[in-house]
């Protein structure tokens, strides 16, 4: 696997590489999720690049940007045992150069949810990923479903640009008991890794009442909302049952609608969500 | 020289041209400013792709969208003369597609001068330029001189997003008399279109001072302020001696600043710039 800093030796890299090409974009800390995108990537790819990039301007000024976990020779390891044959990892200064002055902005679907929870968050992914699109010029983009409105965005973006991307999204990938993978786990102690898995809980119990036949998008809320509050570690931040692309709240809901959610456990901030379906296999 | 309208056919007939690929794009109406940057292009490019689109997201609602001239028969036999290859000819709709919602924003240089004056403006011009950027894919994109915030515009936006493909600047063409080549000189009557070579006039005076020693920008400024209230039938918007790539006032003016400024010859809102320079030449 090779390894790169510096946008020109990157061009120089990609250019040996078979086409069709595949990236999965990161912040680095990889855990399985990470991982199941690099084999989704290895299916239908020739070569797969992906890069490591704790982009700051995601960060809110009292968001973790200097907390956030990482651990580059893991990383390295694990991205090389899955068969990656190009990893990026520029520094700030190579993504965000002296005088750097562009911005992309996606409208509607930004704005509610995380958008409204992190202001500015929308538009520094999207702009790194545009950034990101633009260096490694892949014919396919691997995100995770656990970011469902990044995917939105980055979707949105994709079309409304004309990238020539086709952007790929791969399940979420849980903890046996249900926790959704995410880098931000790491700062959870024992009693808040327990109680963390109240997101899981609460997004399955209003998954089972949609299959028991409950359609009132304010109903499903509410039981999500009342299953987050019954965990005294847990502070609900948000819930939210909306159409999946355009991530209007639902009033009534059918298959394809989005569950999802925000909530603090301790101080550690997490979010999850889940698509119903109309098959009991979802 | 083919031509397309849908962006599937755009990408069948680009993946059968060599490259390197130069690309022109252009609001149509063509004259021999737009006709000399597909010269360059030819120069270096095996290939050579034009747009015309008029784009209406860079319009402000009180300016000339409906009015802007076409002459689309006109157009397609000056670029096949010039031995475009492919011309892309989309529509409203398929450059804004319904709950189109994405936006590329270029803080700083774009604010002052046109900026100022145009609201929304550079939003609309750098938006349809990364997205017939995303489209064409070509390895070079021309743009004239007559626009030079724009070219600045452009050149940031390109460098910030990294955009794989090499602006170059053609120079601006002029009539015998001085003016600037543009769509929008068919606006003057003859009147005004005698009285437009004012702008071209003020820039040579201010130009002649510096050649003269002169360095002091407010004194420029005022030079070429002075030469547009001497004529009747023009009113200045702005002018300005500024740093040609960050457009900021210069007090102290040296080789390579850049002369800009707007005015209305009657109703028809008109720009020119020039670039100095230590050399007599230019």
Known sequence: MKQVVDLAELKKELALLKT??????????????????VKLAKQ???SVVASIFVNPTQFGPKEDLNAYPSDLPGDLKKLEMAGVD????PTPEIVYPKNFNTWVNIEGVSEPLEGAMRPGH???????VAKLFNAVEPQK???????????????????DLNFPIEIIVGPTVREPDGLA??????????????????????????????AAGERDGEILRKIMHQTIESEPLAKMQYVSCAD???LYELEHVKSGALLSMAAFVGKTRLIDNLVLSGKDSE
């Open 181 to 210: 993978m995410s880098s931000r786990n790491t700062y959870l102690n024992p009693e808040e890794r327990k109680a963390a898995t109240v997101l899981y809980r609460a997004l399955t119990t209003a998954k089972a009442a949609y």
């Open 20 to 37: 069709p090409l595949g990236f999965v974009p990161t912040m680095g800390y990889l855990h399985d999720g990470h991982l199941s995108l």
């Open 44 to 46: 239908t790819c020739e």
């Open 244 to 246: 999946r692309e355009n």
């Open 141 to 159: 983009a691997y995100f995770g479903q656990k970011d469902a409105q990044q995917v939105a965005v980055i979707k949105q973006m994709t079309r």
């Open 122 to 128: 929308f538009r520094g992914v999207a702009t790194v």
């Open 86 to 89: 190009l990893v990026w990892l």
